[in-house]
């Protein structure tokens, strides 16, 4: 199983960026998947998920702004942060679970590597 999460890179505040989380050896249409961020020198953070069936979550902070979508046929989920803030900048990381508790990383059970996003202003 490997999730390979891709699209991060240095831009600028108020633009737009789309990750995407290729799976390979995992159906995420079987799977509850989600993205989550590490900024430097703090705890990695929930920032949305999408169930099986298509409903999502948000972390309250990026209500608004975020959104997750996935393609199965494409077997990939993205993730969309609009208008960009500084304290977007970190590494982030899509992860896929059986469950349905987005919050906990303990539930989820594979891992992609990371992509950096860095925000300047």
């Known amino acids: 199983v490997q999730l390979q999460a891709s699209g991060g890179g240095l831009v600028q505040a108020g633009v737009s960026l789309r990750l995407s989380c290729a799976a390979s050896g995992l159906p995420i249409s079987r799977y509850n998947m989600g993205w989550f961020r590490q900024a430097p020198g703090k705890e990695r953070e929930f920032v949305a998920a999408?169930?099986?069936?298509?409903?999502?979550y948000y972390a309250d902070s990026g209500k608004g702004r975020f959104t997750i979508s996935r393609d199965n046929p494409k077997n990939t989920v993205y993730f969309e942060v609009n208008s960009l803030k500084p304290e977007d900048t970190a590494t982030y990381y899509c992860?896929?679970?059986?469950?349905?508790?987005?919050?906990?990383?303990?539930?989820?059970?594979?891992w992609g590597r990371g992509t950096q996003v860095t925000v300047s202003s």
């Open positions: 999408i169930r099986w069936n298509g409903s999502t």
């Open positions: 992860a896929a679970t059986t469950t349905w508790v987005p919050l906990s990383e303990t539930e989820y059970t594979y």
